[in-house]
């Protein structure tokens, strides 16, 4: 562990150290001593990753970043989210530490305010979730969705907001309420599904257990997104790259995909994020929500009301690598403007901070060029510091590691999620008698794939060959159709079906043998012809191994029931509209299906 130190003790006549002061006296009076040069590093939140040991980044990494301390020492940038899981809590709580030294020794000390994204479920998409680590380990949101109960909602997100309080993770980079009315878009998986007024329910269950009833310095900032709703994509392709940046409404339910946020507003969200779909046909811009005054300017914040930040998803200004491969800047509808002129246009559209980004320069020049009023930096400045101040970071002390080691991954937070993981699992369908019938009789001969050994010897006797088992199960995950990349590739995109040779091989196990097939859900799938030839079909929406033998042997219950259309086929999909509800032809099963004893 490094030697820790508190921020320095200021002269008491330092009106935005007094802790005894409004929050408003306080804003005011830091907001008076910045330099043009502080006001605009404040104005950008970027990544940082740990280094082993809990040492902070170096340059040369693998996303192409500036190392720690010219962060925030030489750019004077104080907003960071930390990818990736680092390899212990001690770690964790070492580079936090670390970061907000450096952060203590600027002519300020504004302390860090360190986000992450989701980091308790079973996606690990570098560029949208973190793995848990030490974390309690829960479904994704799509399992909340299907239990439908707001309280084991909020019951999660109090306890993330715990784990995240002694790791020092004091903004979340979720919830995403986009709608998946769109079933082959490839970031369902951390929604809570198709439909707008559950959604609507669950995210002000979720906004409660993060930030209370009011935000305060126990409290985990929720960054609520993709405003205005990033579900209907053309064709499913995702705006993180060029081929999937249309966003279009061909049903024209814009209204629908707004309903969720009316609701996170209500609930006190203090952030919210724009996505990176540029509508298509629409009376709004034809350019990336965040670019766009319409949306962030006259509907965000004088329709509905909304005073809190506005930061845009990450990487919309300038061109970077990931992993030594491009990544070209998502300023989709204005991609022959100069990095300059998009800041200029996001700034004009009402945004506050730019998420990805580490060129506070480009607001310094355009200041000094004329083309921003320093005023309106202040406007987004002092939403940025008034949030530190009513988080009490400027007043926090150090994190304490025994009470981290203590709180993260606490034996009832792992309890409660696993818990949740159990009772999330939705069956599809059943079979009446013979040894595919749940509950399972343990002690058979048993076939299994995707499942580990010491999971399926709780079963049985586990064998090799499927014509010598009295019983098969198959664990398998969504299909989808393979990208390439580094990145693109943790994208699951695509067709709703399985290969042919897959689903053949699926389909020949369930002839040979009664087959329990459980598929893990990150979108909808299509499913028609292993329904049909499966002695019962169960999904998950994040579960491992030891939840599903739990379910298939009676000890714990199964009561999920869908989140989503399940569509019948792929020439349904194709024919519905991306914007509507529930519009595939004949689904194979509905929303809310699922078999609950």
Not at 438 to 459: H, K, M, N, Q, W
Request: glycine share 10%.
């Amino acid at each position: 562990m490094p030697q820790l130190t508190s921020p320095p003790h200021p002269p008491a006549d330092v009106p935005y150290r007094d802790p005894q002061l409004t929050v408003e006296r306080r804003v005011e009076d830091l907001l008076g001593r910045l330099t043009l040069e502080e006001k605009a590093g404040l104005m950008f939140h970027d990544m940082q990753m740990t280094e082993p040991g809990g040492g902070l980044m170096r340059s040369g990494n693998m996303i192409g970043r500036p190392e720690a301390a010219a962060s925030v020492q030489d750019l004077r940038m104080n907003h960071f989210n930390v990818l990736g899981a680092p390899e212990s809590v001690r770690d964790l709580v070492g580079w936090h530490h670390r970061l907000q030294e450096l952060a203590a020794d600027t002519p300020l000390g504004i302390p860090v305010s360190v986000s992450t994204d989701p980091r308790h479920a079973f996606s690990s998409n570098l560029g949208t979730a973190a793995p848990a680590g030490a974390f309690s380990l829960w479904p994704e949101s799509l399992g909340f969705a299907a239990l439908r109960d707001p309280a084991v909602v909020e019951r999660f997100a109090d306890v993330a907001r715990q784990e995240y309080l002694a790791g020092g993770l004091r903004v979340a980079l979720h919830p995403q309420i986009d709608l998946a009315t769109e079933p082959r878009w490839s970031r369902i998986g951390m929604t809570f599904g198709e439909d707008a007024d559950l959604t609507a329910e669950l995210v002000q269950a979720y906004v409660r257990g993060f930030q209370g009833e009011r935000l305060g310095p126990e409290s985990v900032a929720t960054m609520t997104k993709h405003f205005p709703g990033g579900g209907p994509q053309l064709d499913g392709e995702d705006p993180h790259f060029d081929y999937g940046r249309e966003q279009v409404y061909p049903g024209g339910r814009q209204e629908y995909h707004l309903r969720p946020f009316r609701a996170a507003l209500a609930a006190g969200t203090s952030q919210i994020m724009p996505y990176y779909g540029m509508p298509i046909g629409t009376d709004w811009e034809e350019v990336g929500f965040a670019f766009s005054r319409g949306v962030i300017t006259d509907l965000l914040r004088t329709e509905l009301g909304f005073d809190g930040i506005v930061c845009t998803d990450w990487g919309l200004i300038t061109d970077k690598t990931f992993a030594g491969e491009p990544m070209p800047a998502r300023a989709w509808g204005i991609e022959e403007l100069t990095p300059a002129m998009r800041v200029l246009k996001a700034i004009e559209a009402g945004v506050d901070q730019f998420g990805g980004e580490s060129c506070p320069e480009l607001v310094v020049d355009l200041v000094r060029a004329g083309r921003v009023d320093e005023q309106r930096l202040d406007v987004s400045v002092r939403r940025l510091l008034r949030e530190k101040f009513v988080l009490g970071l400027f007043d926090a002390a150090p994190l304490d590691l025994e009470h981290a080691l203590a709180t993260i991954g606490r034996a009832d937070f792992v309890a409660d999620g696993a818990a949740a993981q159990r009772a999330a699992i939705t069956r599809l369908t059943a079979a009446a008698a013979g040894p595919a019938s749940l509950p399972l009789t343990a002690g058979a001969s048993v076939y299994v794939e995707g499942l580990g050994r010491d999971a399926a010897e709780r079963l049985g006797r586990v064998v090799d060959d499927p014509a010598e088992a009295d019983l098969a199960v198959l664990r398998l995950a969504a299909p989808y159709e393979a990208r390439p990349g580094r990145f693109e590739s943790r994208f699951h995109a695509g067709s709703l079906e399985f290969p042919a040779a897959e689903r053949d091989r699926v389909l020949a196990v369930c002839a040979a043998v009664p087959t329990v097939v459980d598929v893990y859900l990150d979108r909808p799938a299509v499913l028609t012809e292993v329904a049909g030839a499966a002695a019962a079909l169960l999904v998950n929406f994040g579960a491992n191994d030891e939840a599903l033998v739990d379910v298939l042997l009676g000890t714990a219950q199964a009561r999920g029931r869908l989140p989503f259309d399940l569509p019948s086929s792929t020439a349904a999909v194709e024919a519905s509209r991306s914007d509507v509800p529930f519009d595939t032809v004949d689904p194979l099963f509905r929303f809310g299906d699922g078999l609950v004893d």
